[in-house]
């Protein structure tokens, strides 16, 4: 719609802003855009109130511009959207023949692998599979029979599959554990019963052993609580429901309740035959779990002798540095006790040079007493001298230790004692050095 700058003013001026933008086709955005454009001015809400209500409305003048004359198309300010390019549908092609290709249906009996079947009907060879059957025709016969003395099997059934099933679903219990030892037979691995004869009632675990690992294996029918005539559940009687679980692999927990992982069971829509594979697939998968836990395990040991090995190295380095180090203390406590002998024979040659000046000050140099006391002095310096290899008629090598290191005395006499932990015994200055040597 082409329209000019004054009949768009008159528009909005008398019919108001809602009808002008339904008449010329916009929104409320689209418009002020135009308005602002063209520099049209726009009615308030204050305007029409004071025209409803009989009170003086000013009215904003339209300016003159110099596109008074000039068509204003409202089409160009409609703003366009852009809506999303939707994938086409892939068409469906036709053959050489004109006929649309038939979508691929669920795999049938026919098309399922010979080895994960289930029979129809169970053509019993394996000794473990007739013994399960036998052991289960006698608990049905002990259970319904009023005569339990009479027992019309002569054999002696000694291991059997680990089943709880109804009389409704023995026979289809057992085609199915027929058929998955059958699948794990032909994979190579084995199976093993194990008759615990110690409870009460002696009951069979069933091993499948994959790849060196023992996984347990239970096939049982998930009970559900019976219904009594008046509609209600019987809390005290459970009868089959028809659904067939299979599990296997019992995990414990830390606070001790232990469970079975369910490898496969009946649905709605799928039955327990059709997931042979699926249960061998799922035993394969716990063999490999088993073997990632036994990689960590020995990871795990390998780790700890490593940290056991370090720890005994170290310790073995503390030890021999502390034989280094007490070898080295004792040569530094040899050091300082010929350091000691050497500073004490030059304490006393000093004192013989001092003794023989303080005799010739009296006058008694020459006096035979004197002059064999320094004699006897001069030879204690060169026996206590570590550096000349002087021969002593009285002492030896102990004596000279115990007069450099005199033993340490505790005197009786203690300093005045404020207090329980404030008082000690004294000790001489020779005493201190000898504690500090040792």
């Not at 001015?41 to 409305?57: E, I, T």
């Not at 009389?167 to 037979?185: G, P, V, W």
């Not at 004192?351 to 320094?374: C, V």
Request: hydrophobic content about 30%.
């Amino acid at each position: 719609m082409e329209l000019t700058r004054k009949q768009i003013y008159d528009m909005m001026w008398t019919d108001g802003i809602g009808k002008t933008e339904i008449n010329l086709g916009l929104k409320q955005a689209e418009l002020k855009v135009l308005c602002d454009k063209y520099d049209i001015p726009r009615p308030s809400s204050g305007y029409w109130s004071a025209l409803k209500f009989g009170k003086p409305a000013q009215k904003t003048a339209l300016t003159e511009t110099n596109t008074d004359s000039a068509l204003i198309n409202t089409d160009e300010y409609i703003i366009k959207k852009h809506f999303s390019v939707q994938p086409k549908k892939k068409e469906a092609k036709k053959d050489q023949s004109g006929k649309y290709p038939t979508k691929e249906l669920p795999l049938e009996e026919h098309d399922i692998d010979p080895l994960y079947r289930v029979p129809d009907v169970l053509y019993a060879k394996d000794p473990i599979i007739l013994d399960t059957k036998a052991k289960l025709r006698e608990k049905n016969f002990r259970d319904n029979n009023p005569w339990n003395a009479k027992n019309p099997f002569q054999c002696k059934v000694d291991k059997w599959l680990s089943m709880r099933v109804s009389q409704d679903q023995e026979n289809r219990a057992l085609r199915i554990y027929a058929t998955i030892i059958k699948a794990a037979k032909a994979k190579g691995y084995d199976l093993k019963i194990v008759n615990d004869k110690s409870q009460f009632r002696p009951e069979c675990t069933t091993f499948i052993i994959v790849r060196g690992h023992e996984i347990q294996t239970f096939l049982r029918e998930v009970y559900r609580q019976a219904t009594n005539a008046d509609g209600t559940k019987d809390r005290y009687n459970t009868v089959g429901s028809g659904v067939l679980r299979f599990e296997c692999d019992r995990y414990t927990h830390h606070y001790g309740s232990s469970y079975d992982l369910c490898a496969a069971q009946d649905t709605k829509c799928t039955k327990l035959e059709d997931k042979i594979q699926h249960v061998i697939e799922v035993l394969e998968k716990i063999a490999e779990e088993r073997d990632e836990m036994e990689r960590q395990r020995k990871e795990e040991e390998e780790r700890r002798r490593q940290e056991e090995e370090r720890k005994r190295r170290e310790e073995e380095e503390r030890k021999r540095l502390l034989v280094l180090k007490e070898a080295e203390l004792e040569k530094v406590q040899e050091l300082l006790f010929e350091a000691d002998r050497w500073r004490i024979s030059r304490i006393i040659r000093e004192y013989i040079i001092a003794f023989k000046a303080h005799l010739e000050r009296q006058g008694l140099s020459e006096d035979e007493k004197m002059i064999d006391e320094i004699t006897w002095m001069e030879s204690k310096a060169d026996f206590i001298d570590p550096f000349i290899d002087d021969v002593e008629e009285v002492l030896d090598e102990d004596d000279l230790e115990k007069v450099i290191n005199p033993q340490i005395i505790k005197t009786e006499e203690s300093k005045p004692s404020y207090g329980y932990y404030n008082s000690g015994p004294q000790y001489s200055y020779w005493q201190l050095m000898n504690m500090w040597h040792k």
